[in-house]
């Protein structure tokens, strides 16, 4: 009879099936919901996969001290997700040999008019971070102990080269997105967007690091405020004009830790406007350790504006001279 580890290891490398409903809190227009919820429906089918092989996360973790960790996840938009769906999220591995990270690439399959159609693929990527404090109650099963790692990643420092601001209390709420000298510093003559913000427990797992899921609110929020600086506040554009932004790629990365109620610096940067149709912008995260800058995580995203034309019907919009304006003029940071 084959051994328990080996089926387990057979099984991880093996691909998977889950049908998965995507949260309803992802719902926030209309009948579609938002890419931070497409996202999460392929973690939880890389999750699916885990128990799948009998190599539960929690078990990881309890046992093990191995905490689950998404460093890489891009993803792609090709089906609106509605609220009705259910999904069917196919999991196969691509991990290389050698490789120091476990690889998924994941496609989101749902039901249109009968048929089932792709509805998003993703790209993910995960090591299983050491915790010190849990003790491990025995040599951590074969199938992953090259992808256990000490710490995720060690990003680069930057000269801090100003003095800092303090923060302020814990209760400081959605930070600051004005004079700052860190976030001036690190826009310069950018066409870029910054804001400093604490990172509250909630936004973090094991007891101490920011996790992917976060970094994807960051995201959008950064990207909220960016536009509420640029005169394009999200409900005042759905209201005079019908528009609401879309995201059809993302990606983020992960390059070095990010601890709970660190102070974050979140730069935003507007790479592209093409086409008329759709704008790139770069997000870069930063906290100050030992005097100097860490760069923890980097990312893009792809958006667009959608245009209701009648109600719960969606179209892409054509940006006029003043969005791409707006989008295309930075603002002066001061420190």
């Known amino acids: ?55 539960p996360v929690g078990r990881l973790y309890k046992e093990f001290g191995l905490g689950f960790e998404i460093v890489e996840l891009k993803s792609r938009l090709v089906e609106l997700l509605d609220l009705d769906d259910e999904v069917t999220a196919e999991v196969v591995p691509v991990t290389k040999p050698g490789a120091t990270e476990l690889s998924f690439k994941v496609s989101q399959f749902v039901e249109r008019d009968g048929r089932s159609v792709k509805s998003a693929t993703s790209t993910v990527k995960v090591v299983l971070r050491i915790d010190e404090h849990v003790p491990a109650s025995g040599p951590y099963p074969e199938e992953v102990g090259p992808f256990a790692v000490r710490r995720l990643g060690t990003g680069a420092r930057l000269e801090l080269g100003v003095t800092p601001r303090p923060y302020g209390s814990l209760n400081e709420g959605r930070g600051t997105v004005g004079a700052d000298p860190v976030l001036a510093r690190l826009i310069g003559e950018d066409n870029a967007f910054g804001w400093r913000w604490r990172v509250p427990y909630f936004y973090c797992h094991f007891n101490e690091r920011l996790q992917m899921s976060g970094f994807l609110r960051v995201m959008e929020e950064a990207e909220d405020l960016f536009l509420a600086e640029r005169g394009l506040p999200i409900k005042h554009v759905l209201d005079t004009r019908r528009w609401i932004p879309v995201v059809t790629q993302s990606e983020i990365r992960l390059l070095d830790e990010t601890l709970m109620e660190e102070e974050l610096h979140t730069v935003y940067t507007i790479e592209d406007v093409f086409k008329e149709l759709l704008y790139t912008a770069r997000m870069d995260t930063y906290v100050i350790r030992g005097g100097e800058l860490v760069h923890t995580a980097t990312g893009r995203i792809t958006h667009g504006y959608l245009h209701e034309y009648e109600p719960n019907s969606w179209r892409m919009a054509t940006l006029d001279e003043a969005t791409v304006a707006a989008l295309s003029t930075p603002k002066k940071v001061h420190a």
């Open 1 to 55: 009879m084959a051994d328990v580890r080996d089926l387990a290891a057979d099984k991880l490398s093996a691909p998977s099936t889950a049908r998965i409903r995507p949260g309803f809190e992802g719902n926030n227009i209309s009948h579609a919901l938002g890419f931070k919820h497409i996202n999460y429906v392929s973690e939880a089918a890389v999750l699916h996969h885990f128990r799948e092989a009998g190599l």
